[in-house]
């Protein structure tokens, strides 16, 4: 799995939205479908009744969120919107989305301070639609006290892309982040989402496809894999059933000096651990 820095993801999209012809409202309508099902599928399976607050800021982060709770709505989930206006300041794309949720039956609410909003909310889960991959740097007047808010609530925190106020290439963090119990990174996971502090932040990652084309990933230099348990698994050779502790090669560790054991055991233990068939460790006598 490939991982990918703030600014090869808006490369990515420029390219998806300019040479191939994908409007970037039909790749937000991907994203904010794709991450509803996710969370019916995975959270909150049935989702009809279940309280859902989702928080939206101005950019196309918001308008992600906008769709999560459109599509939410749609499988009669209880939807509260408290977006960051006004909405003649927000990205074309989230003010379309904004406009498409007026028409529904969805309590929608500006939020121009916290006065405005309770002490604790009712909702059993809570979508952060804040900030996306574009921000950077410390968040700060409202935005960044509604990052407080949410980390106050009981709720389970749902990230859409990445944690609200977190760094996507350095996983750092200025000022206020929203803890989140899952993250949903769009297309491509970020870097930070797995770079402590961020990793942590996050939850737990699963990435959601949001329609572009494979042909278009391989013009980029997306140098950098996420290792996982698959990925190292196909790089295994088979062992055969008949195997022996011949089979699976020979190693000779030289390791370890007077006070200093450690070594020589990890690395031979180690070996065993990877499959290795026949380890001698090499070491001084006083050893």
């Given at each position: 799995m490939k991982l990918v820095t703030a600014e090869q993801m808006r490369a990515i999209d420029r390219e998806t939205i300019e040479n191939h012809g994908i409007p970037g409202p039909t790749l937000m309508e991907n994203a904010g479908r794709g991450i509803a099902e996710r969370i019916t599928g995975l959270i909150a399976p049935p989702i009809e009744g279940v309280a859902v607050a989702v928080f939206c800021g101005k950019g196309n982060n918001g308008g992600?969120?906008?769709?999560?709770?459109?599509?939410?709505?749609?499988?009669r989930a209880r939807v509260s919107i408290y977006f960051i206006g006004p909405p003649e300041l927000m990205s074309e794309d989230c003010r379309l989305n904004f406009e498409r949720v007026r028409t529904m039956n969805i309590r929608l609410t500006e939020v121009t301070s916290l006065a405005a909003l309770p002490e604790a909310l009712e909702a059993d889960l809570i979508v952060d639609a804040i900030f996306g991959t574009g921000f950077s740097g410390a968040p700060r007047g409202l935005p960044g006290e509604l990052?407080?808010?949410?980390?106050?609530?009981?709720?389970?925190?749902?990230a859409v892309d990445l944690p609200s106020g977190l760094n996507a290439d350095t996983g750092g963090h200025d000022g206020a982040v929203v803890r989140a119990d899952f993250t949903f990174p769009l297309a491509l996971p970020k870097y930070g989402l797995f770079v402590s502090p961020g990793r942590e932040l996050a939850g737990e990652v699963q990435v959601v496809p949001i329609g572009v084309p494979d042909d278009i990933l391989a013009h980029f230099d997306l140098a950098v894999d996420l290792i996982t348990p698959e990925l190292v698994q196909d790089r295994l050779p088979v062992r055969?059933?008949?195997?022996?502790?011949?089979?699976?090669?020979?190693?000779?560790?030289?390791?370890?000096s007077f006070g200093m054991t450690g070594a020589a055991a990890l690395a031979g233990e180690a070996a065993y651990r990877c499959g290795c068939g026949l380890v001698k460790i090499g070491c001084p006598r006083t050893v």
């Open positions: 992600d969120g906008f769709v999560v709770a459109r599509h939410l709505a749609e499988m990052i407080e808010y949410i980390n106050r609530q009981n709720a389970p925190v749902i055969p059933p008949d195997g022996h502790k011949g089979t699976f090669g020979k190693l000779l560790v030289l390791a370890g």
